[in-house]
């Protein structure tokens, strides 16, 4: 959470020790790339993969089943409205994962089904 304190608009306690940063970051790149500098962000930081990009309002109650009896709120640690960081400032900070260098699979053509010669069996 501290390394990316510095840029985030919005920090919020979601329950103890657990919070959520949001970054803004302007693009004019395609959904594909903008997809892809999000999940390199969230590798970076280990945030959890499976954030949805939601947050609850703050002062409303945490409602999860671990919580049941003593539900946390949900509370604003920091706000700095309007701020917006850039790629190059995200990447400076050390908070993007390097791009995937998996090989890129590409299909040429289609399938074809031939059709098998008729075997002889035993006679």
Aim: aromatic share 4%.
């Amino acid at each position: 959470m501290e390394r990316v304190r510095s840029v985030a608009f919005l920090t919020v306690q979601t329950s103890p020790g657990n919070h959520q940063a949001w970054i803004a970051v302007p693009s004019s790149a395609t959904d594909q790339d903008r997809k892809d500098f999000t999940r390199r962000v969230k590798k970076q930081v280990t945030a959890d993969s499976s954030a949805t990009g939601s947050v609850c309002l703050a002062g409303t109650s945490n409602f999860k089943t671990k919580y049941i009896g003593n539900f946390p709120k949900v509370a604003i640690i920091d706000a700095a409205p309007g701020r917006i960081t850039t790629p190059e400032a995200l990447e400076s900070l050390g908070l993007v994962a390097p791009e995937d260098t998996a090989p890129t699979v590409v299909r040429l053509g289609r399938r074809v089904q031939i059709p098998r010669e008729p075997t002889s069996g035993p006679e």
